[in-house]
């Protein structure tokens, strides 16, 4: 073995800088210069706190992070909110659904009131008019016999069919023009825009009794929405295939119960007469848009004219 000693002159005080033996070598080799092996490094101290100061620390200057120190990097997908539990889903899906149908209950209940108010009186308008033109047809083609001409007997509430038309009614205070048909029933005549006439009641040719009739206040064309605002003088007038009878109103009740068939009766009970005589009662429901009560509007003939002779004054604005 050989060793590489310290030139000469290295003063003797500075000692051996390292362990020359490292640098020994077998004598058989070529001898070469060797560096000496590098000592482990000394552990860095580790500072003292927790993560975050360790973090803070990094091994570089004060204020810096190394490379790959301190907090983990954002992994590219943002945290969302926490998923909903499953009985929160359910209550979401329950208040949906809750939701949705109160807008359909609400959306149907408007379809019914439009329906029920606007055209369910286009329908009524329609279907009267026609039974309107009809009768006028009818009337035209056939000679109208002079009242008590005994040509042709007046025709009695058996002549008629249920629903059948057979009278016009105007009130010209109101500008109402509706026909009239035998019966009462709701489908058959009254939600068709026609006034009714109570089977079992006198006719306007009867020389003793009480007209009576109804119709709708309010929907279904609502006849008689205004009758209301009548009051003793105004004329009524029913035109017929032989003649036109005139009615003057005496007066009313402004409501009574819908069992108070007593306003039929040949002298009307609540009504000003006290005697049998020719008379018109009007009926419908009040108050408007309620079936609670009724209405009642009482009349008294005061002329009785051949359609010969022409309209009465009460149509012709001379009245």
């Not at 620390?57 to 909903?84: E, K, Q, S, V, Y």
């Not at 009714?196 to 008689?224: C, E, I, K, L, S």
Request: proline share 11%; hydrophobic share 35%.
């Amino acid at each position: 073995m050989a060793a590489v000693r310290p030139e000469g002159g290295v003063p003797e005080e500075l000692g051996d800088p390292e362990d020359w033996s490292v640098y020994e070598a077998p004598a058989e080799q070529t001898l070469k210069l060797r560096l000496p092996a590098a000592r482990p490094a000394e552990p860095a101290a580790r500072p003292d706190g927790g993560r975050a100061a360790r973090g803070r620390a990094g091994g570089g200057p004060a204020g810096l992070r190394a490379p790959g120190t301190g907090r983990r990097r954002a992994t590219g997908r943002a945290a969302g909110p926490r998923p909903p539990r499953p009985k929160e889903r359910r209550r979401v899906v329950l208040a949906r659904l809750v939701g949705e149908l109160f807008i359909t209950l609400g959306a149907v209940m408007l379809l019914f009131v439009s329906y029920q108010l606007w055209w369910t009186n286009v329908l009524a308008d329609r279907d009267a008019g026609a039974a309107s033109s009809k009768l006028e047809q009818q009337w035209a083609q056939q000679p109208a016999p002079p009242v008590g001409g005994g040509t042709a007997p007046a025709p009695q509430p058996t002549a008629f069919q249920p629903g059948q038309g057979f009278a016009i009614i105007h009130i010209p205070k109101l500008g109402l023009d509706y026909p009239i048909a035998e019966g009462t029933d709701k489908q058959k005549v009254l939600d068709h825009g026609l006034v009714g006439h109570y089977a079992g009641t006198a006719m306007p040719a009867d020389q003793a009794g009480n007209f009576a009739v109804a119709a709708h206040r309010t929907t279904h064309g609502q006849p008689f929405r205004k009758i209301g605002q009548l009051v003793p003088g105004d004329r009524i007038v029913v035109e017929t295939a032989t003649a036109y009878y005139t009615y003057e109103v005496a007066g009313g009740i402004p409501e009574t119960p819908p069992s108070n068939v007593t306003v039929l009766q040949p002298v009307p009970k609540g009504s000003p007469f006290t005697a049998p005589g020719r008379y018109l009662t009007m009926t419908t429901c009040t108050p408007e848009f309620s079936a609670r009560g009724r209405l009642i509007v009482f009349g008294k003939m005061v002329e009785e004219r051949p359609r010969s002779q022409g309209q009465p004054e009460a149509l012709t604005g001379q009245h």
